[in-house]
């Protein structure tokens, strides 16, 4: 017999007992929800961004016209000499006039080691942000791979600020993730950590040591 | 760099171990004081105990749901992640296991294996296997990169090198890092640790990962991490292995954030990880990263034993918060090798007898006071006392009718120890012989022994009164 | 289910029943005669059945399931009357609260039995305060005092609550919290037996934390825990003792005179 079968004998000779009832987590939410202020899009931004800054997340307030050049000056002020981005903003950043942007159109294979070594900062859309953790919901794709948020040192990254979500219930309920999963969907809470030595927390452990939320608002609201 | 692979001891010198350990007070020191840090940081995540009673009942449910269900949700998640283009093992045994990840290995005549943290690759001590079969495995993780440059292995299953102090981990970069200097500074003991460990993630063949939770209904592997090592791992070599106990698969999407939101809170007081990552499959045509080719290695190692009886089955409730080994008085004191089992504490003491049998592990469920804090602070609310209870029973006596034997049972069992409990229970369910005993016992109190086992180690011995309870009510009767 | 809230309570009764414990029956007397004294001076009768020998948690605990049924069977049926049953001590209580309806669950008459008793089960001190619903006057000098609850006393029947309520009604009494006051104190029943090493251990932590208050004397309300520390103290030479907390509550409020 293969493990396989022997695996799901075993398991299905098991005695059976009660069978527990489909666990309800929208209720769940919901009885939460009600027993607090209600949500408004205010609340959930005034939140993210206190959450993102216990990450030691920076959040950048910028709008839908000038973010490319509140990107190119924060480069600038950081140092930044190579920018990575993927094919969806590449025009808009170009127009800005960054320096040193290069676009994540090869496979990996073709520049793994120029992608390692020499990209300081990188670009990326959002999906939206959670309330709740202070967190970004990243799906990576063909135009911005998974690891334009992985290994530049410096993650910048867009969020629409009226696509913050409560928690991450709301938001995969709502954005219907279980309709279809793309091949790599990601939470990102800060920039990269450890506190595996003395239980000292030291960023920047494998990943970025700098995490920049760009966060669209619209125009009245940044004045 | 020693990446030479240790097998674990044996769980029957646990005893030995255990007292050598307490006679460390630099060990006790530094477990007392991270541990300290841990149950502060997780209470501070919960500061409404009636709202956290409802969080763990969720995650109870959601996890008696899903293993109720374990057969049927394993099928579905292997069709689902066919479909995704996920290859699907399962391994009976670590031996299973390990020649499934080394065939694949082989077939990409792999030189380099990168390992993102996985508990059961420890279990199955797949870096052993990988050297014997002439490949590097490399763990990335910092702490476990920190244990397995320094030749041993983890001591915690969140934190791994919670037992070295940063001099110790300065003093084994300098000698062990080519290039390394010696410093103190923990951010720069982490940024030659990141240098290092960026040029592996860049020449590796294959990277293997854990699971922390699959997915059946969409076909995604979930992974929590802090440090990113686990989406290099499991992105930039070309072929990705994911291993995982049976299980842990849940149905439904929805039923991974109540069990993501008590696991980061109870292990790290987190109220998340810097990284959550749902993977749903390899590389698509188009996608520029990621891997080409990926597994899925389904371990069962006594897992199924576990499951096949209605109590016991609790035990496969566990998410490896570590909260557990966190608020254990007696983990804290002797720290994680002590066990010499891959998952050590309260967790260790209930999951070890069903992987390694109870003749190489029936001490383990005795080493606790059953003092209940680890049930308290259980996020899926195993009740970890009774089954540390259950499985003495166990290894103490044979199979009971109508119950599976256990790998091992009854391997603790001692004709002395049945005849005393015999005796016990003969005078404690004869009240007058009970009573008789009394009597006797405070009479010929001064005959008491001055050395009684191993409580006189620390403690003056026993004495019994001068007279009873029972003799002063009854004298109270006749006045 | 546990005790930590939620439990509720009868009116006070005219007679109640005491169950000993076998480590008091032997090595503590003296507390579970505060016990009785600190009940009838409430008005309560105390009946004191005689058979009664041992709760059966040691077997329970060392994996003896026929042994801990056989002598938990023996105490079943002991209170036939439906008076509460005081218990002095909060492991063996739980013991009888929690754990006798699990010994007995695979057999209905029993079950039902078991579990008609482990509701009229009480710890002393929750007893004392929810139940008789005692006013003590403090009759003492001025004291500081801590408390140790034992882990069963803390988890199954929340002692450490009624228990601070109790002390709470003697002003001149100080409790003084001790580091890590949640932790065992090592004893464990057979766990002290098997593990010296580590359970010496944890007793001598939790001395060290009880002598850093300042303390006169440290209270407990489980005579297992209170022989552990005690023993303990004795062997490092330490002046410092503990007292169970029926015997301490009794001298403090005067004995017989001290009922409000």
Redesign the interface.
């Given at each position: 017999m293969s493990d396989r079968d022997d695996i799901l004998q075993r398991l299905r000779a098991a005695p059976r007992g009660k069978a527990p009832l489909l666990p309800d987590v929208s209720a769940f939410h919901a009885a939460l929800a009600a027993g607090m202020p209600a949500s408004t899009p205010a609340a959930r931004r005034t939140l993210f961004c206190e959450k993102m800054a216990f990450w030691h997340g920076e959040v950048v307030r910028v709008t839908h016209d000038s973010w490319p050049e509140k990107l190119r000056e924060l480069c600038l002020a950081k140092g930044v000499r190579s920018l990575l981005c993927g094919e969806r903003h590449a025009v808009a950043l170009r127009g800005a006039g960054i320096e040193g942007l290069k676009t994540y159109d090869r496979p990996l294979e073709e520049w793994k080691a120029e992608l390692f070594q020499n990209i300081e900062a990188g670009l990326t859309s959002t999906r939206g942000g959670i309330a709740e953790t202070g967190t970004l919901i990243i799906w990576p794709d063909a135009s911005e791979p998974r690891l334009l948020s992985l290994v530049p040192p410096i993650h910048f990254a867009l969020l629409d600020a009226r696509q913050i979500y409560d928690n991450l219930f709301t938001a995969m309920s709502e954005q219907g993730w279980s309709a279809g999963m793309p091949t790599n969907a990601l939470l990102v809470s800060g920039p990269s950590k450890t506190a595996d030595i003395q239980v000292t927390l030291a960023y920047g452990a494998h990943g970025p040591k700098e995490l920049i939320v760009l966060l669209l608002v619209d125009e009245e609201e940044l004045a | 760099m020693n990446t030479q692979a240790l097998r674990f001891v044996p769980a029957s010198e646990f005893k030995e171990r255990a007292a050598a350990a307490v006679a460390d007070e630099h060990l006790r020191h530094s477990f007392r004081g991270a541990m300290d840090f841990l149950i502060g940081k997780r209470a501070a995540q919960f500061p409404d105990p009636v709202a956290l009673e409802q969080q763990r009942a969720l995650a109870e449910h959601i996890r008696k749901y899903s293993l109720a269900r374990l057969p049927d949700l394993l099928e579905q998640l292997e069709r689902k992640l066919t479909e995704n283009g996920i290859q699907v093992h399962w391994a009976a045994d670590p031996e299973q296991a390990n020649r499934i990840i080394i065939d694949i290995a082989r077939r990409h005549s792999t030189r380099l294996m990168v390992k993102g943290k996985s508990m059961v690759s420890e279990e199955i001590e797949l870096n052993h296997a990988m050297a014997d079969a002439g490949m590097e495995a490399l763990e990335s993780d910092m702490g476990e990169y920190i244990v397995q440059l320094d030749g041993e292995k983890p001591s915690h299953i969140i934190m791994p090198a919670i037992h070295k102090t940063k001099q110790e981990i300065a003093r084994l970069f300098a000698e062990r890092v080519p290039g390394a200097g010696y410093t103190e500074s923990v951010d720069e003991l982490i940024g030659i640790g990141r240098a290092v460990l960026r040029e592996k993630f860049m020449s590796a063949d294959i990277g293997l990962s854990g699971v922390n939770f699959a997915v059946a209904e969409t076909g995604t592997l979930c992974l929590v991490e802090n440090e990113g090592n686990g989406r290099m791992c499991t992105t930039v070599p070309d072929v990705h292995i994911a291993i995982t106990g049976i299980e842990k698969v849940v149905e439904k999407l929805e039923h991974v954030p109540p069990l993501f939101g008590l696991l980061t809170r109870s292990a790290t007081g987190q109220a998340i990880t810097t990284y959550f990552n749902m993977i749903s499959g390899p590389r698509r045509p188009g996608e520029k990263d990621g891997p080409r080719e990926m597994h899925l290695v389904l371990v069962d190692n006594g897992r199924t034993q576990a499951y096949s009886d209605e109590q016991l089955r609790s035990t496969l409730q566990c998410i490896r918060c570590g909260a557990c080994m966190n608020h254990c008085p007696v983990y804290t004191r002797i720290g994680g090798h002590a066990y010499g089992t891959t998952y050590p504490g309260p967790i260790g003491e209930i999951i070890s007898p069903h992987m390694l049998g109870l003749a190489a592990t029936h001490v383990l469920p005795t080493a606790s006071s059953l003092c209940g804090a680890c049930g308290e602070v259980c996020p899926v609310r195993i009740p970890i006392p009774d089954l540390l209870i259950r499985l003495r029973g166990e290894a103490q006596h044979d199979e009971r009718p109508g119950h599976f034997p256990m790998l091992g049972q009854g391997a603790a069992k001692s004709r002395v120890i049945d005849a005393i409990w015999a005796g016990w229970a003969a005078l404690y369910t004869r009240p007058a012989l009970y009573r008789a005993f009394g009597w006797l016992a405070t009479r010929f109190r001064a005959l008491t022994p001055p050395m009684q086992s191993g409580w006189t180690v620390s403690r003056t011995p026993l004495k019994p009164a001068g007279q009873t309870l029972h003799e002063r009510m009854a004298a109270r009767k006749r006045p | 289910m546990d005790d930590t809230g939620g439990r509720r309570y009868p009116a006070k009764p005219a007679r109640v029943y005491?169950f000993?414990t076998?480590l008091?029956?032997?090595?503590?007397?003296?507390a579970?005669?505060d016990a009785?004294r600190l009940l009838e001076r409430e008005g309560i009768e105390v009946d004191?059945p005689?058979?009664?020998?041992?709760c059966?948690q040691?077997?329970?605990?060392?994996?003896?399931?026929?042994?801990t049924r056989?002598?938990a069977?023996?105490q079943l049926r002991l209170f036939p009357e439906p008076w509460p049953v005081v218990v002095p001590s909060g492991s063996c209580a739980g013991m009888m609260r929690h754990h006798y309806p699990?010994v007995f669950a695979d057999d209905p008459a029993l079950l039902a039995e078991a579990q008609a008793l482990a509701e009229r089960v009480f710890e002393l001190s929750e007893f004392l305060l929810e139940v008789a619903r005692v006013r003590f006057s403090d009759q003492g000098p001025p004291a500081r005092v801590a408390l140790h609850t034992s882990?069963?006393a803390r988890?199954?029947m929340g002692t450490q609550v009624h228990a601070r309520a109790l002390l709470d009604q003697l002003p001149a009494v100080e409790v003084a919290m001790h580091g890590h006051e949640?932790?065992?104190c090592?004893?464990?029943?057979?766990?002290?037996?098997?593990?010296?090493?580590?359970?010496?251990?944890?007793?001598?932590?939790k001395v060290e934390a009880l002598k850093e208050t300042g303390a006169e004397t440290f209270l407990s309300a489980d005579c297992g825990c209170m022989?552990?520390l005690n023993?303990?103290l004795?062997?490092r030479g330490e002046s410092l003792q503990g007292q169970h907390l029926a015997s301490f509550l009794w001298q403090r409020t005067g004995g017989q005179g001290g009922r409000r």
């Amino acid at each position: 017999m293969s493990d396989r079968d022997d695996i799901l004998q075993r398991l299905r000779a098991a005695p059976r007992g009660k069978a527990p009832l489909l666990p309800d987590v929208s209720a769940f939410h919901a009885a939460l929800a009600a027993g607090m202020p209600a949500s408004t899009p205010a609340a959930r931004r005034t939140l993210f961004c206190e959450k993102m800054a216990f990450w030691h997340g920076e959040v950048v307030r910028v709008t839908h016209d000038s973010w490319p050049e509140k990107l190119r000056e924060l480069c600038l002020a950081k140092g930044v000499r190579s920018l990575l981005c993927g094919e969806r903003h590449a025009v808009a950043l170009r127009g800005a006039g960054i320096e040193g942007l290069k676009t994540y159109d090869r496979p990996l294979e073709e520049w793994k080691a120029e992608l390692f070594q020499n990209i300081e900062a990188g670009l990326t859309s959002t999906r939206g942000g959670i309330a709740e953790t202070g967190t970004l919901i990243i799906w990576p794709d063909a135009s911005e791979p998974r690891l334009l948020s992985l290994v530049p040192p410096i993650h910048f990254a867009l969020l629409d600020a009226r696509q913050i979500y409560d928690n991450l219930f709301t938001a995969m309920s709502e954005q219907g993730w279980s309709a279809g999963m793309p091949t790599n969907a990601l939470l990102v809470s800060g920039p990269s950590k450890t506190a595996d030595i003395q239980v000292t927390l030291a960023y920047g452990a494998h990943g970025p040591k700098e995490l920049i939320v760009l966060l669209l608002v619209d125009e009245e609201e940044l004045a | 760099m020693n990446t030479q692979a240790l097998r674990f001891v044996p769980a029957s010198e646990f005893k030995e171990r255990a007292a050598a350990a307490v006679a460390d007070e630099h060990l006790r020191h530094s477990f007392r004081g991270a541990m300290d840090f841990l149950i502060g940081k997780r209470a501070a995540q919960f500061p409404d105990p009636v709202a956290l009673e409802q969080q763990r009942a969720l995650a109870e449910h959601i996890r008696k749901y899903s293993l109720a269900r374990l057969p049927d949700l394993l099928e579905q998640l292997e069709r689902k992640l066919t479909e995704n283009g996920i290859q699907v093992h399962w391994a009976a045994d670590p031996e299973q296991a390990n020649r499934i990840i080394i065939d694949i290995a082989r077939r990409h005549s792999t030189r380099l294996m990168v390992k993102g943290k996985s508990m059961v690759s420890e279990e199955i001590e797949l870096n052993h296997a990988m050297a014997d079969a002439g490949m590097e495995a490399l763990e990335s993780d910092m702490g476990e990169y920190i244990v397995q440059l320094d030749g041993e292995k983890p001591s915690h299953i969140i934190m791994p090198a919670i037992h070295k102090t940063k001099q110790e981990i300065a003093r084994l970069f300098a000698e062990r890092v080519p290039g390394a200097g010696y410093t103190e500074s923990v951010d720069e003991l982490i940024g030659i640790g990141r240098a290092v460990l960026r040029e592996k993630f860049m020449s590796a063949d294959i990277g293997l990962s854990g699971v922390n939770f699959a997915v059946a209904e969409t076909g995604t592997l979930c992974l929590v991490e802090n440090e990113g090592n686990g989406r290099m791992c499991t992105t930039v070599p070309d072929v990705h292995i994911a291993i995982t106990g049976i299980e842990k698969v849940v149905e439904k999407l929805e039923h991974v954030p109540p069990l993501f939101g008590l696991l980061t809170r109870s292990a790290t007081g987190q109220a998340i990880t810097t990284y959550f990552n749902m993977i749903s499959g390899p590389r698509r045509p188009g996608e520029k990263d990621g891997p080409r080719e990926m597994h899925l290695v389904l371990v069962d190692n006594g897992r199924t034993q576990a499951y096949s009886d209605e109590q016991l089955r609790s035990t496969l409730q566990c998410i490896r918060c570590g909260a557990c080994m966190n608020h254990c008085p007696v983990y804290t004191r002797i720290g994680g090798h002590a066990y010499g089992t891959t998952y050590p504490g309260p967790i260790g003491e209930i999951i070890s007898p069903h992987m390694l049998g109870l003749a190489a592990t029936h001490v383990l469920p005795t080493a606790s006071s059953l003092c209940g804090a680890c049930g308290e602070v259980c996020p899926v609310r195993i009740p970890i006392p009774d089954l540390l209870i259950r499985l003495r029973g166990e290894a103490q006596h044979d199979e009971r009718p109508g119950h599976f034997p256990m790998l091992g049972q009854g391997a603790a069992k001692s004709r002395v120890i049945d005849a005393i409990w015999a005796g016990w229970a003969a005078l404690y369910t004869r009240p007058a012989l009970y009573r008789a005993f009394g009597w006797l016992a405070t009479r010929f109190r001064a005959l008491t022994p001055p050395m009684q086992s191993g409580w006189t180690v620390s403690r003056t011995p026993l004495k019994p009164a001068g007279q009873t309870l029972h003799e002063r009510m009854a004298a109270r009767k006749r006045p | 289910m546990d005790d930590t809230g939620g439990r509720r309570y009868p009116a006070k009764p005219a007679r109640v029943y005491l169950f000993g414990t076998c480590l008091i029956d032997l090595f503590c007397p003296e507390a579970g005669m505060d016990a009785v004294r600190l009940l009838e001076r409430e008005g309560i009768e105390v009946d004191f059945p005689p058979d009664q020998t041992c709760c059966g948690q040691p077997a329970h605990s060392s994996g003896f399931p026929d042994q801990t049924r056989a002598v938990a069977l023996a105490q079943l049926r002991l209170f036939p009357e439906p008076w509460p049953v005081v218990v002095p001590s909060g492991s063996c209580a739980g013991m009888m609260r929690h754990h006798y309806p699990k010994v007995f669950a695979d057999d209905p008459a029993l079950l039902a039995e078991a579990q008609a008793l482990a509701e009229r089960v009480f710890e002393l001190s929750e007893f004392l305060l929810e139940v008789a619903r005692v006013r003590f006057s403090d009759q003492g000098p001025p004291a500081r005092v801590a408390l140790h609850t034992s882990c069963a006393a803390r988890r199954e029947m929340g002692t450490q609550v009624h228990a601070r309520a109790l002390l709470d009604q003697l002003p001149a009494v100080e409790v003084a919290m001790h580091g890590h006051e949640s932790e065992c104190c090592g004893f464990g029943g057979t766990f002290s037996l098997k593990h010296p090493a580590i359970s010496s251990a944890m007793a001598g932590d939790k001395v060290e934390a009880l002598k850093e208050t300042g303390a006169e004397t440290f209270l407990s309300a489980d005579c297992g825990c209170m022989l552990n520390l005690n023993h303990t103290l004795q062997k490092r030479g330490e002046s410092l003792q503990g007292q169970h907390l029926a015997s301490f509550l009794w001298q403090r409020t005067g004995g017989q005179g001290g009922r409000r």
